[in-house]
């Protein structure tokens, strides 16, 4: 049996885990965003959003994480990549 302090202290964890994961939603949303409206966002990141999204749905607020982040990744990548030259 697992004393009552333990579970508690589990069920705090994964209030903190959820909103860590709800947070890089958000930011992978505006990254997404900030592509979009500049014309360089990859259908990969919103891939990982979408994903993201589920995860967290799903109770996987670690996995939500990580997407997330690859999201706000590709995002970045995407509008980085508009400065490159179109031809060598």
Request: charged share 25%; net charge negative; hydrophobic share 50%.
């Amino acid at each position: 049996m697992v004393p009552i302090a333990l579970f508690m202290i589990g069920v705090a964890c994964a209030e903190e885990t959820s909103r860590a994961a709800e947070a890089a939603i958000d930011e992978a949303q505006a990254a997404v965003e900030r592509a979009a409206a500049e014309h360089a966002l990859w259908t990969s990141a919103e891939d990982a959003l979408r994903r993201a999204r589920s995860a967290l749905q799903d109770g996987n607020a670690p996995l939500a994480i990580d997407l997330a982040r690859i999201a706000q990744k590709h995002s970045k990548l995407g509008i980085a990549q508009k400065s490159y030259p179109l031809f060598r």
